[in-house]
């Protein structure tokens, strides 16, 4: 039985969700993982909605300033899918402005992690992570670009999917980066994300790049993944720090205790993948953010006498710091002198990375720590530069940037914190990867700090 | 190296219609030519014939009938704006 079923089995007391409410209200304001908290009905399993999505009457701000007051008209399909099947909303989920980070550190409410809030919750979708961390009986609707759903789930010690590319609707979901943005969950079990994904995957007549997956892997007659082969990286050594190497080597062993074969390989483009992955994805981004000009919605400039120039760039000024940077560096790349140089060689070289990379998956999984490091201090992370920063993605890109599917899981604890593993399959192959942690879940018991919502 | 003078900045910055204030700006523009010095490491890379990937993955291209559907929630979306009668009012041209 999974915690959905078991949920609906159990009789709550009269005051179940008056008590979630206050609990999860009183936390909230310590670890900032909701930027709204709703009352939910006792009878209705709790979502949370990561908060790029749209839900109707719901403030939705993506976690900027310069969405503030949007209050959208109507329902993300992947909502609309999720209320249809009973499921209540129970809020709003805080993230980096936009999806642009890391570490959560680029919202206006810094999102702590539970199990020691002097640390980061993972970035972008910090307040997703959190909140399945803290809930007993909760699933959360995220979304990844570049591993928003991988790095958070990893330092909050949850499981985090994200689909291939395409999987889910992304009708109502504000875009980043069009050719990478994908929606996912993270729960506390690997069979409820399979409940779930059963309802919200699968085509919208309001989405034209959302494929059926099933149909897909049928059509291209593609083999199923050997599901007892997993492959190592070698270069992903270089980039490791000791103590997540030392925790790793310790689950490659568990692995091959359990009858798994392993095996290293090599993979020169791994490194590349993240300039790649940034030119690509601020190329779009500053299209996307084009339309943010302060008066069809959002935070208003009321300043109409201005003249139409100077009131877009006036409002404009209400971005965020990694925003701005994204929108100039973006637009810089599509630029007609240096196009070639950039934006098109990126393109190129994703086709290489995806091509390179299926060769591997034909053959088996992609395994490798999610994150190279261990969860960061606020002020550590705060500390960072740029590049520094985009760096530490290296696990997380290659497979958003190629629309593999993947699955972050914990596998073990280094001073009381989580720490993830990363297991990648082919395109379409998206249930091989919940089969394989709810293997590893029968094997390795997850732990949590709080459990609100207990029945 | 210096991937892009004052002038080029300013020009870019005016396309954006981004302002930057004194000090932001100066961080700003120093994390640019890092961060595209970072990107100019792709340049190593030998691509040969490969092609363009818009998207990870092939897209057949479907499109929607070329139809009228009623929007029932107009006033939810204009409720967004200020407005003159139906109209959302914005900056003069």
């Given at each position: 039985m999974n915690s959905i079923e078991e949920f609906y089995s159990l009789e709550?007391?009269?005051?179940?969700?008056?008590?979630?409410?206050?609990?999860?209200?009183?936390?909230?304001?310590?670890?900032?993982?909701?930027?709204?908290?709703t009352k939910i009905s006792?009878?209705?399993?709790?979502?949370?909605?990561?908060?790029?999505?749209?839900?109707?009457?719901?403030?939705?701000?993506?976690?900027?300033?310069?969405?503030?007051t949007y209050v959208p008209p109507f329902n993300a399909t992947v909502v609309e899918r999720m209320l249809s099947k009973n499921f209540g909303f129970i809020g709003k989920t805080n993230m980096d402005e936009f999806g642009f980070g890391t570490f959560g550190l680029n919202s206006e409410r810094i999102p702590r992690?539970?199990?020691?809030?002097?640390?980061?919750?993972?970035?972008?979708?910090?307040g997703a992570a959190i909140a399945t961390a803290?809930?007993?009986?909760?699933?959360?609707?995220?979304?990844?670009?570049?591993?928003?759903?991988?790095?958070?789930?990893?330092?909050?010690?949850v499981v985090g999917f994200t689909p291939t590319y395409g999987a889910v609707s992304r009708h109502g979901l504000i875009d980043y980066a069009n050719s990478l943005d994908k929606i996912g969950l993270m729960s506390r079990h690997a069979k409820d994300i399979r409940y779930v994904f059963d309802i919200i995957k699968g085509p919208d007549n309001y989405d034209s790049t959302c494929i059926d997956i099933?149909?897909?892997?049928?059509?291209?007659?593609?083999?199923?993944?050997?599901?007892?082969?997993?492959?190592?990286?070698?270069?992903?050594?270089?980039?490791?720090?000791?103590?997540?190497?030392?925790?790793?080597?310790?689950?490659?062993?568990?692995?091959?205790?359990?009858?798994f074969t392993i095996k290293t390989i090599d993979f020169n483009l791994l490194d590349k993948a993240i300039p790649t992955y940034y030119i690509i994805s601020m190329a779009e981004a500053s299209t996307n953010l084009a339309r943010y000009t302060g008066f069809k919605y959002g935070l208003k400039n009321n300043e109409f006498s201005q003249d139409y120039n100077s009131f877009f760039t006036e409002s404009r000024s209400n971005f965020g710091a990694e925003a701005k940077r994204r929108i100039i560096l973006?637009?810089?790349?599509?630029?007609?002198?240096?196009?070639?140089?950039?934006?098109?060689?990126?393109?190129?070289?994703?086709?290489?990375?995806?091509?390179?990379?299926?060769?591997?998956?034909?053959?088996g999984f992609i395994l490798s720590p999610t994150m190279p490091i261990a969860t960061p201090k606020i002020e550590d992370a705060n500390s960072l530069t740029p590049v520094q920063n985009y760096g530490l993605d290296i696990l997380t890109i290659p497979p958003n940037l190629s629309g593999f599917p993947h699955i972050s899981f914990p596998y073990d604890y280094d001073k009381e914190l989580p720490m993830g593993a990363q297991l990648i399959s082919d395109h379409f192959d998206d249930y091989s990867l919940l089969d394989f942690v709810q293997n590893w879940e029968d094997s390795f018991k997850y732990k949590f700090k709080y459990n609100l919502g207990s029945i | 190296?210096?991937?892009?003078?004052?002038?080029?900045?300013?020009?870019?910055?005016?396309?954006?219609?981004?302002?930057?204030?004194?000090?932001?700006?100066?961080?700003?523009?120093?994390?640019?030519?890092?961060i595209l010095e970072y990107f100019d490491t792709i340049q190593q890379?030998?691509?040969?014939?490969?092609?363009?990937?818009?998207?990870?993955?092939?897209?057949?291209?479907?499109?929607?009938?070329?139809?009228?559907?009623?929007?029932?929630?107009?006033?939810?979306l204009l409720a967004n704006s200020k407005t003159h009668r139906f109209y959302i009012v914005g900056p003069k041209i």
């Open positions: 709550k007391k009269s005051d179940y969700a008056e008590s979630l409410f206050k609990d999860l209200s009183d936390l909230n304001s310590r670890l900032n993982a909701f930027l709204n908290i006792s009878q209705n399993y709790p979502f949370s909605v990561k908060d790029n999505i749209c839900v109707k009457n719901v403030e939705t701000t993506a976690s900027s300033k310069i969405l503030k992690n539970p199990f020691n809030e002097e640390y980061v919750a993972g970035g972008s979708s910090s803290v809930l007993k009986y909760h699933i959360a609707i995220a979304e990844s670009t570049g591993g928003s759903i991988s790095a958070p789930s990893a330092f909050c010690g099933d149909k897909r892997k049928i059509q291209e007659r593609k083999e199923e993944t050997a599901k007892n082969t997993i492959f190592i990286i070698n270069q992903i050594n270089d980039f490791l720090d000791e103590s997540v190497k030392s925790h790793f080597s310790g689950l490659i062993s568990k692995l091959e205790n359990m009858g973006g637009t810089f790349v599509r630029g007609a002198s240096v196009k070639s140089k950039y934006y098109s060689k990126a393109l190129k070289v994703r086709g290489l990375l995806i091509s390179k990379m299926k060769e591997i998956l034909r053959h | 190296m210096v991937f892009m003078d004052e002038q080029e900045f300013e020009r870019l910055l005016h396309i954006c219609r981004i302002k930057l204030q004194n000090a932001e700006r100066e961080k700003i523009k120093n994390d640019i030519e890092n890379i030998d691509t040969g014939n490969t092609a363009e990937y818009y998207h990870p993955i092939n897209i057949d291209e479907r499109l929607r009938q070329d139809s009228e559907s009623a929007f029932n929630d107009v006033n939810l």
